[in-house]
C-alpha cells in the first residue's frame, strides 16, 4: 500500500466518521451509488478505497467530497494541498451536519418557484416576518 493511498483512505474515513457513518464498505458503497450518476461502484471498489488499495478517479472523488462535506483536493491530498493564496471563503457553522449541507445543496437545484416556498415555509417556521 503506498503512502498517498493509505492516507487518502485515512482521510476517506475520518470523513465518513465526522459525517455521522462508520467507515465501512458496505456504508460507503451504499451512499456513494445513492448519490453518484454514473455507473454504480461494487463493494469492492469502496473496499479498496477504505483500504488504502486505490485512489477514486475525479468524478467520483467529487460526489466523495459532497457526501462528507470535504473538499474533493483535500480529500485526495490533505488539507496541506488546500494552503494557497487565494480569496477568503465563507464555511459552514460549526454545528451544520453533512444532511444540512445536503439539504442546502439540494435546495439550491431546486426551480425559483419552488426555493420561494422553501424560504416562505422555513420563515413560518420560525416565526420571523418575511
Known amino acids: ?8 483512505s ?3 474515513a475520518d470523513a465518513m466518521r ?9 456504508v460507503l458503497e451504499r451512499l456513494f451509488n445513492q448519490r453518484y450518476a454514473g455507473k454504480p461502484v461494487a ?3 469502496a473496499s479498496r478505497w477504505l483500504s ?9 472523488l467529487r460526489v466523495l467530497g459532497e457526501l462528507f462535506g470535504v473538499a474533493p483536493h483535500v480529500l485526495q491530498y490533505g488539507e496541506r494541498a488546500g494552503l494557497r493564496v487565494a480569496e477568503a471563503r465563507l464555511g ?7 444532511l444540512d449541507r445536503q439539504a442546502f445543496n439540494d435546495y439550491l437545484r431546486l426551480p425559483v418557484a419552488q426555493r420561494q416556498l ?11 416576518d418575511p
Open 92 to 98: 459552514w457553522p460549526v454545528n451544520a451536519t453533512a
Open 1 to 8: 500500500m503506498s503512502d498517498e493511498r493509505s492516507a487518502f
Open 10 to 12: 485515512r482521510r476517506l
Open 52 to 60: 488504502g488499495q486505490a485512489i477514486p478517479a475525479q468524478d467520483k
Open 18 to 26: 465526522t459525517a455521522g457513518h462508520e467507515p465501512r464498505p458496505g
Open 118 to 128: 422553501v424560504r416562505e415555509f422555513i420563515t413560518a417556521l420560525v416565526g420571523r
Open 43 to 45: 463493494f469492492q471498489t
